[in-house]
């Protein structure tokens, strides 16, 4: 009996709105959009119609292919698509324009936990967009930070044609080692992995771009994004488990897709799906992980899981893990140490200077080098309402952000969140003015800085009056300030201004602890920048205290470099 792949997919989404399937709230944001948009169909002024037959044709094509791995493979089985999968493709293919009949939707942005079939239904999208999607001169193409990654969904998509020779002959497809062709419409599907400037000349009709976390720079996606310009219905389907780096363009077309979903950006042009737990979920609660794992009890099996939860809960070095595979929860690093959601939570996106001007402040300085971030991080206290305020400022030189491998420097310094320097190196004078500024119209109690690099910068601003303080960056001075910064986000008592660039660097830190139990700020990676943690432990240190705690013994043996 045939199946109705639609009413699959609108039953699916009406259950998981309703609260019949247990689904997390960006799941739920993903359907209720959907079954608006079939609303606003009936209105005036919605250039979109949804194509039922369209719809359907993805599906009805998947369902033909075989399954290439494990039992059902054996068994020679065909693949059947799961609801939560029917809902995503019709929802993709089956929006067209009322006038054109073109496809709505030009970019997906999938996410989802490990072991949810991810590659075997991007090898039947990417089959399907390669020879039955009607389209002269195809070029579709699976993406990846590495070619061994990139041929996964390559490789699964060739292996199901070697399988079908009824389809390869409907299709006219040719199986070659390294790409899939049909000769009678100049059609081909390969991998790629390389670097952004060695894929010019693309004509992009279908770019499978997987495990885009992992993406450390932007230049492929943005290759493969302009390289559609010449097709009318060009598809870019990005799907990827969560990561730990904030800084590349996974991060990025995420927090896009999460402004569509939540309405914060209306772009009718994006669909967006992202399968996580959400913010007060413990994540070993069993009655959570189909949130992140739709696929549960059909490809993602329970007790494989279970183990893997019994192994997180016993050693915390695996809990990290646990979160992005399994539960696909973005964190900061495999030995985290913020609470990146209590973090969040303690956004204030309307906190400004003015609000907190007639409070103490000190002002954290931690000036790295002069081609590196710069951080200049006030902290004011309001000891009544038992509250503590942060507002950043960043310096970076030009040369910096435009070579650098952080794919959001530019887009940072656009919105004015970090303040770029013309030239090579960072411009000190422009810090030096902005101290001077805060200390004629803020209550600055004190100024403690890292002396590296810091001396000609601390000389002008001690002759300008300015309360200088040094504070070297050691265990014995970090390790307490460090722990109420962190108890202080716990306890919600610390106020930030929704700031990404401090947001970004609080999520790379890494915490050190030694055997006397302190604790100390590190970074995995050098590009993991964490300048604005340190300017504002600095900060803390010194309003909590108020005494250099600096030149004994202990600091000398106990101090590590910072970078």
């Not at 609303?39 to 005036?44: F, K, L, N």
């Not at 990654?149 to 070697?162: G, H, K, P, S, T």
């Not at 400037?197 to 770019?207: F, K, M, P, Q, R």
């Not at 265990?475 to 970004?504: C, I, R, Y």
Request: aromatic share 8%; with cysteine.
């Amino acid at each position: 009996m045939k199946r109705d792949y639609v009413a699959m997919a609108r039953q699916y989404a009406e259950d998981v709105v309703a609260g019949r399937i247990v689904a997390g709230q960006l799941e739920v944001l993903a359907c209720e959009r959907q079954l608006r948009d079939l609303q606003r169909e009936q209105g005036e002024g919605w250039p979109w119609v949804f194509d039922e037959d369209t719809a359907r044709r993805p599906c009805e094509f998947i369902e033909l292919l075989p399954h290439i791995k494990g039992k059902w493979a054996r068994e020679r089985r065909k693949l059947e698509l799961e609801p939560w999968q029917c809902f995503a493709l019709t929802t993709v293919f089956g929006w067209v324009h009322g006038d054109t009949g073109l496809r709505r939707f030009l970019e997906v942005y999938e996410e989802v936990a490990r072991k949810n079939a991810k590659s075997t239904k991007c090898a039947g999208i990417a089959l399907y967009m390669l020879g039955a999607d009607d389209e002269a001169g195809a070029e579709v193409y699976t993406a990846a930070t590495t070619r061994d990654q990139a041929r996964i969904v390559f490789d699964d998509a060739r292996a199901m044609a070697e399988r079908e020779p009824q389809m390869r002959a409907a299709l006219g497809l040719e199986v070659q080692q390294h790409r899939l062709v049909v000769p009678s419409t100049a059609s081909k599907l390969e991998p790629l992995a390389a670097e952004g400037s060695t894929l010019d000349g693309l004509n992009v009709h279908c770019a499978i771009v997987d495990e885009v976390h992992a993406h450390k720079r932007r230049d492929v996606y943005d290759v493969l994004d302009t390289a559609r310009g010449a097709r009318e219905q060009s598809l870019l389907w990005l799907i990827t488990t969560a990561g730990s780096d904030r800084s590349g363009i996974g991060y990025e077309r995420r927090g896009y897709a999460l402004k569509v979903l939540k309405g914060v950006v209306q772009d009718e042009r994006v669909f967006a799906l992202i399968y996580t737990i959400d913010e007060n979920d413990d994540p070993l609660d069993p009655k959570v992980w189909r949130k992140a794992n739709p696929n549960f009890g059909v490809s993602v099996l329970q007790d494989e899981f279970e183990a893997a939860a019994r192994k997180a809960a016993e050693t915390p070095s695996a809990m990290a893990n646990f979160l992005t595979k399994r539960l696909n929860v973005w964190v900061n690093a495999d030995s985290a140490w913020m609470d990146m959601r209590a973090w969040d939570r303690c956004a204030d996106t309307s906190l400004t200077l003015d609000a907190v001007k007639n409070l103490p402040c000190w002002i954290g300085l931690d000036l790295a080098s002069k081609v590196d971030i710069a951080a200049k991080v006030r902290v004011f206290r309001d000891k009544e309402a038992d509250k503590w305020y942060v507002l950043g400022d960043y310096y970076l030189p030009e040369r910096a952000v435009t070579e650098s491998r952080n794919s959001q420097y530019d887009g940072w310094h656009r919105r004015e969140l970090l303040r770029v320097t013309p030239g090579e190196v960072t411009d000190y004078d422009q810090i030096e003015d902005d101290i001077l500024a805060d200390t004629s119209r803020l209550v600055v109690r004190e100024v403690p800085f890292d002396p590296h690099n810091a001396i000609e910068l601390v000389n002008h601003m001690t002759d300008a009056g300015v309360p200088m303080v040094e504070m070297r960056p050691t265990v014995l001075n970090f390790s307490e300030p460090m722990k109420t910064l962190e108890a202080l986000v716990l306890q919600g008592k610390l106020v930030h201004n929704g700031d990404p660039v401090l947001t970004w660097m609080v999520s790379n830190v890494v915490c050190h602890r030694d055997a006397k139990d302190n604790i100390y700020p590190r970074k995995e990676r050098p590009e993991n920048k964490i300048d604005g943690v340190v300017a504002l432990i600095m900060a803390i240190g010194r309003a909590l205290h108020g005494v250099p705690q600096a030149g004994c013994l202990d600091d000398f043996l106990n101090s590590p470099v910072i970078a």
